[in-house]
């Protein structure tokens, strides 16, 4: 049973470039969410994704937007990168139930802007 | 808002010790309540639950118990491990888990044999 994947693992980003980072899902999966993790602090909601539209956000600008697919999988992109940008960016992968629901994380891409 | 604190780390035991770590939460319903764990240059593993007030969440010997009353879920294991390091979340989500989670700022366990 593959869980949440995640890529690429790192990059490297210069000031006002954009970036785009992928996750699949859980096999079974059909909500991807996504985190933003600074270094020593817990992570932050940036979004939720379900049936291909955003369903909820987070406190984050309109930079950070996403995507979703037919197949469940997402993207994130940041545009106009800033160097407080830098963090390791978490997907998290859940079965909408509108009930209970459990979000398992993958490893994370780890974005570094300079 | 909903918010989550945590106590600060690092917290330092020896093996066998008892452990506990301190969480309390804010939030304008009724949350799930989650513990999750990060070991060193991973991503998030869901380490344990709890989807109403007085249901405790149980996993690899750790536990928690949602208390309603003191809006708490403390973190405890009886006999900690060397391997049992790792960073350690306490979070919340509205709707069941259904909601973006909100986490604490993480406690650093050190465990030393």
């Known amino acids: 049973d593959a869980g949440v994947t995640q890529s690429p693992t790192h990059l490297i980003k210069t000031r006002g470039q954009q970036v785009t980072l992928r996750c699949s899902p859980k096999?079974?999966?059909?909500?991807v969410s996504w985190y933003q993790q600074a270094l020593g602090q817990g992570p932050q909601f940036i979004f939720q994704?379900?049936?291909?539209?955003?369903?909820q956000r987070g406190n984050f600008p309109d930079r950070f937007s996403g995507h979703q697919f037919p197949n469940y999988s997402s993207e994130l992109n940041v545009n106009a990168l800033l160097l407080g940008d830098s963090a390791l960016y978490l997907c998290?992968?859940?079965?909408?139930?509108?009930?209970?629901?459990?979000?398992?994380f993958g490893p994370g891409t780890r974005l570094l802007v300079l | 808002g909903d918010s989550v604190t945590q106590m600060e780390g690092p917290v330092t035991l020896s093996e066998e010790a008892f452990l506990t770590i301190n969480c309390t939460y804010t939030?304008?319903?009724?949350?799930?309540l989650f513990w999750y764990v990060q070991y060193p240059g991973e991503g998030l593993q869901l380490l344990l639950k709890?989807?109403?007030?007085?249901d405790k969440g149980s996993n690899k010997g750790f536990e928690a118990t949602y208390r309603k009353e003191t809006t708490s879920f403390h973190l405890e294991k009886g006999s900690v491990q060397v391997s049992d390091s790792a960073v350690y979340f306490c979070?919340?989500?509205?709707?069941?888990?259904?909601?973006?989670?909100?986490f604490g700022k993480g406690t650093h366990l050190i465990i030393q044999p």
């Open positions: 998290a992968s859940s079965l909408f139930t509108g009930v209970q629901e459990t979000q398992y």
């Open positions: 994704y379900y049936e291909e539209e955003e369903r």
């Open positions: 979070a919340l989500s509205d709707r069941g888990g259904a909601d973006g989670l909100t």
């Open positions: 939030a304008t319903g009724y949350p799930s």
């Open positions: 096999s079974g999966h059909d909500t």
């Open positions: 709890a989807t109403k007030a007085d």
